[in-house]
Each structure stands twice: as structure tokens, then as C-alpha cells.
């Protein structure tokens, strides 16, 4: 199947200070990602949808001035947390959509897990 | 509201034997359906699909049925194995790019 990395796969940070996780897909094009929030033993919880070129959608609840996200290409996406603060620490996960030729699947990228002190 | 379930938090099965995974949803406009494998601290990794103008879907030990007048999907998983321990995820979506998740089946397979 397609391939979605993620960078970093861990990060910690001070209360008070920035966060940026990097997304891509690496052998195909994602005109559309989409970035996923999972606490522990719950399911993941979309919190946006990144389209290439336009701004994100945020799910209601989402902060949109918190979690800046940004698709600068077909290969990548990034989700800046600001201001970050320990109850921002999760596991954050990032997808790409890949749809065409009878395919519509979204590929998951190996998480980053967030610590914040 | 919870569109997507599974009422089976886990589920446990003896190695070489089949397992059954089961979610129901309430939204009929969904039109199709995902299963994801997904293990601690990873992200989750795809397994199969089916659309609904489908009702079952195949693809080596994995088979997914839908019935759509129960608003129910199922996976199987025949035979078992040890690696197949994992969390699973069934998701819908209705003709648009979001994902719906279910809460996730713990699945345990003994040796």
C-alpha cells in the first residue's frame, strides 16, 4: 500500500512553546490529508481536513488558531500546535486520501506522540 | 452521537480459528466502508474495503460483509493468528473524504 511518514515520531516541549508535525506521502499525491488526535484507548478523533492549496476545515471543537495546519504541496502537510500545553499532549496522526482509478483509501502515517511539560 | 460502533470492546480467539469482528452504523448515506489494524503508539494501517453496492469483499485471509438493511459490517478473519493482535477500527463515509471511526475491537489471538 501507499506510504505516509511522519516526522517527528516523538517530541517534548515546554508549556508555553510551538510544535510543528511534518506529513507526507511518499509515492503518491494527497490532494486532501487529514489530521487525527487519539487519546488513550479512544478512537481517533478527526480534527481537520488539509486540501492542498486552501485552507483547512476544523471539526467543531477545534481550534483552529491553536492548531495551524498548512498543505503547501500534494506530498505535504503540517500541523503546528501553538502555544502548546500539557493538555495538548496526545498522539497526533495524520492521513492521506488517495482516490482514483477505483480507489478511494486513506493511508495513515505512524503518529507523533506529543509530551508537553 | 456515535455514527459508528462496536459494541465489542474485545474479543478473543484461539490461534488458526476465525475471528469475527462486527460494527453497526446508523447513518444510511454512508457508502463505504474501511477496516484499519492498528497497534500501540502506530499509526493504523488499512486492511480492506467495501462499497456499499457490494456485500462482501475478499482479500486473502481477510473478508469484510456488509448488510446494508442492518446497517452492520463484519470482519472476518480466517485462519487466526498471533500477529493479528492488534486493535481494530471499522470506518465509514458518505461520499466525502471523512473518515467516521468505530471505538475499536481489541483482538487477542492465543496460541
Known amino acids: 500500500g501507499a506510504v505516509v511518514s511522519q516526522h517527528p515520531s516523538w517530541v517534548i516541549c515546554k508549556s508555553g512553546t510551538s510544535v510543528k508535525i511534518e506529513c507526507r506521502s511518499l509515492?503518491?499525491?494527497?490532494?486532501?490529508m487529514f489530521w487525527y488526535r487519539q487519546f488513550p484507548k479512544q478512537s481517533l478523533m478527526l480534527m481537520a481536513t488539509?486540501?492542498?492549496?486552501?485552507?483547512?476545515?476544523?471539526e467543531q471543537g477545534v481550534e483552529k488558531d491553536k492548531f495551524l495546519i498548512n498543505h503547501a504541496s500534494l506530498t505535504l502537510s503540517t500541523l503546528t500546535v501553538t502555544s502548546a500545553h500539557p493538555e495538548d499532549s496526545s498522539f497526533y496522526i495524520c492521513?492521506?486520501?488517495?482516490f482514483g482509478s477505483g480507489t478511494d483509501t486513506q493511508y495513515f502515517g505512524p503518529g507523533t506522540r506529543l509530551t508537553v511539560l | 452521537d456515535q455514527q459508528v460502533k462496536q459494541n465489542s470492546p474485545s474479543l478473543s480467539v484461539q490461534e488458526g480459528r476465525i475471528s469475527i469482528l462486527n460494527c453497526d452504523y446508523t447513518?444510511?448515506?454512508?457508502?463505504?466502508f474501511l477496516w484499519y489494524k492498528k497497534y500501540p503508539a502506530e499509526g493504523p494501517t488499512f486492511l480492506i474495503s467495501?462499497?456499499?453496492?457490494?456485500d462482501k469483499n475478499e482479500d486473502g485471509r481477510f473478508t469484510v460483509f456488509l448488510n446494508k438493511s442492518a446497517k452492520h459490517l463484519s470482519l472476518h478473519i480466517v485462519p487466526s493468528q498471533p500477529g493479528d493482535s492488534a486493535v481494530y477500527f471499522c470506518?465509514?463515509?458518505?461520499?466525502?473524504?471523512?473518515?467516521?471511526f468505530g471505538t475499536g475491537t481489541r483482538l487477542q489471538v492465543f496460541p
Open positions: 492521513s492521506a486520501r488517495e
Open positions: 509515492d503518491f499525491q494527497a490532494t486532501t
Open positions: 488539509s486540501n492542498e492549496g486552501s485552507k483547512a476545515t476544523y
Open positions: 447513518n444510511s448515506m454512508f457508502d463505504y
Open positions: 467495501i462499497s456499499s453496492i457490494k
Open positions: 470506518a465509514a463515509s458518505n461520499n466525502t473524504d471523512k473518515l467516521i
